[in-house]
């Protein structure tokens, strides 16, 4: 029983060194994740600082580019053109959301001979495209396409809130825009 004991305690002690050493090490691992966890949200938090500034250094670019055409005055009377080059009117009007302040269409007279019996359409505002020079307005649409689109008479304008939803309705559907 001597020799037993001594061989006990020297086992017990060396299991105990073992433990706390590896108990050591584990702590050493769990603040290593911990420190890396930190380094990605750190990562991510950057990330999403830079995608904002580039979003809004686009979105500065892109009003620079369109301060030019920005007055309604500026965009009145300019030509709208369709995908071959072809002359599909002008813009006679702009019709504004109140509540957006967006602009929703653009009126656009076609056809008749100087200015009489043109046909006016309610153009959706994102079907136009504003070309570089600023000088026109491409349709993605050709002459026959766009006699066939729903207008409405110069005299007879929509002349409420509801008439100007289903005319919306309709013209979206038409140029298969989305509002």
């Not at 938090?45 to 005055?73: G, I």
């Not at 309610?122 to 307005?137: F, I, M, Q, S």
Request: hydrophobic content about 35%; glycine content about 6%.
């Amino acid at each position: 029983m001597k020799t037993l004991l001594p061989i006990v305690a020297v086992s017990f002690l060396s299991t105990t060194c073992t433990g706390i050493a590896f108990a050591d090490d584990i702590k050493d691992k769990q603040q290593e994740v911990i420190e890396k966890q930190k380094e990605v949200v750190d990562a991510k938090k950057d990330l999403k600082l830079e995608m904002k500034k580039d979003s809004n250094e686009q979105a500065q670019e892109s009003n620079k580019s369109m301060q030019q055409v920005s007055r309604a005055s500026k965009i009145i009377g300019t030509a709208v053109q369709g995908v071959n080059g072809d002359n599909l009117g002008d813009i006679k009007e702009l019709v504004l959301d109140p509540e957006s302040g967006q602009v929703v269409y653009a009126v656009v007279s076609y056809g008749g001979l100087m200015s009489m019996g043109d046909k006016l359409f309610a153009l959706p505002w994102k079907a136009l495209h504003w070309t570089r020079d600023g000088e026109y307005y491409t349709l993605n649409m050709d002459k026959a396409t766009l006699a066939k689109a729903p207008g409405f008479d110069k005299n007879q304008w929509p002349d409420s809130s509801a008439k100007w939803d289903q005319q919306r309705e309709v013209t979206y559907q038409f140029y298969r825009v989305k509002p």
